[in-house]
């Protein structure tokens, strides 16, 4: 049977109407983290292609990698695997059932996020 007043019902409730929670911000960066990281290994594949291409297109390459701009996405790359890998393993604990209740939930949302700059920090000065 048709709706009639399909037009006129209001719609279901949406990102205006809820307020975000850790948890939820957390699980949507580890999704664009996972496509960032996608596009970072384009560029180095990119990069390999070029060396077995010409030292022409190599030294093309080699410089956008080694610009502001490729500083930046390596930068950003190591980030995202740090927090994807720590994005992972609180999954990994929820699917074991455990550590599901709200505050040790959040605990381990700011576990990530802590963790991964932490981690991307002593990479950067370690290597």
Do not use: C
Not at 30 to 54: E, K, Q
Request: hydrophobic share 55%.
């Amino acid at each position: 049977m048709a709706d009639v007043n399909r037009g006129n019902r209001p719609l279901s409730p949406h990102l205006q109407v809820y307020r975000p929670q850790l948890t939820t911000i957390t699980s949507i960066l580890t999704r664009i983290t996972g496509n960032a990281l996608l596009l970072a290994a384009l560029m180095i594949v990119w990069w390999f292609l070029a060396a077995a291409t010409s030292p022409e297109y190599f030294a093309t390459a080699d410089a956008v990698l080694r610009s502001w701009f490729g500083d930046l996405v390596l930068l950003g790359s190591v980030w995202a695997i740090w927090y994807h890998l720590l994005a992972g393993v609180r999954h990994l604990i929820w699917d074991e059932a455990k550590m599901l209740e709200v505050d040790t939930a959040e605990m381990l949302g700011w576990g990530v996020i802590i963790g991964s700059v932490l981690l991307t920090l002593f990479t950067i000065i370690v290597v």
